[in-house]
């Protein structure tokens, strides 16, 4: 063999033995602050009245797991009016001022927000909450994928919601992907 042609082979073996030793030693990455251990399967019922705004469900979600929601019930987008009763679907109509644009008004929607930061008004006192958040039809029924960690949110799909009555009573369930 050569010097040139011996330098190639002692180079290919250390470079086999350099991978074969980082293979040996890898070691799954730590966990970062935005990953959830998908937890088994739960459930919980939520009650989710259609003049209250969002209601926060007291669950906290992230990526790898998908939400599966039943929703049943009747509200009423303009109370004493026939014509504005509707279930979780909502009625076909859609309007420029609903959360969901494209999802008819009335109807179950969800929202996952995270946390940025918060501060209190200076002159109204009340909490200022920065959220990262993404907005999505619940409906009678859906499964979503969890795009990041945050808390769930579910309310009604319109704007105006003083003059709303009645509630959805929903069904989310909470699996690993």
């Known amino acids: ?16 033995a350099l991978v074969l030793a980082g293979v040996a030693l890898a070691r799954p990455f730590p966990q970062t602050q935005d990953q959830v251990v998908a937890a088994p ?4 019922a939520v009650v ?11 669950i906290d979600v992230g990526p790898g797991e ?6 049943s019930g009747e509200i009423s987008l303009q109370r004493g009016n026939p014509e504005a009763v509707c279930g979780p679907g909502g009625l076909d ?3 420029v001022e609903q ?13 996952i927000a995270q946390l940025v930061a918060s501060r209190i008004d200076a002159d109204s006192g009340l909490e200022i909450r920065d959220e990262v958040f993404i907005l999505f039809l619940v409906g009678p029924e ?9 808390r769930l949110y579910l309310g009604v799909n319109e704007n105006v919601v ?16």
């Open 162 to 177: 003083k003059d709303n009555g009645g509630e959805f009573s929903v069904i989310v369930t909470r699996r690993p992907l």
């Open 41 to 44: 399967q739960t459930e919980q």
């Open 48 to 58: 989710v009245p259609a003049a209250g705004g969002w209601v926060d469900t007291g």
């Open 142 to 150: 859906s499964v979503t994928s969890v795009p990041f960690k945050g």
């Open 66 to 71: 998908e939400l599966v929601f039943r929703a």
């Open 1 to 16: 063999m050569t010097d040139r042609g011996e330098r190639r082979c002692v180079a290919f073996v250390l470079a086999v």
């Open 99 to 111: 959360p969901v644009p494209q999802a008819n008004i009335g109807a179950l929607i969800g929202r």
């Open 93 to 95: 109509l859609v309007t």
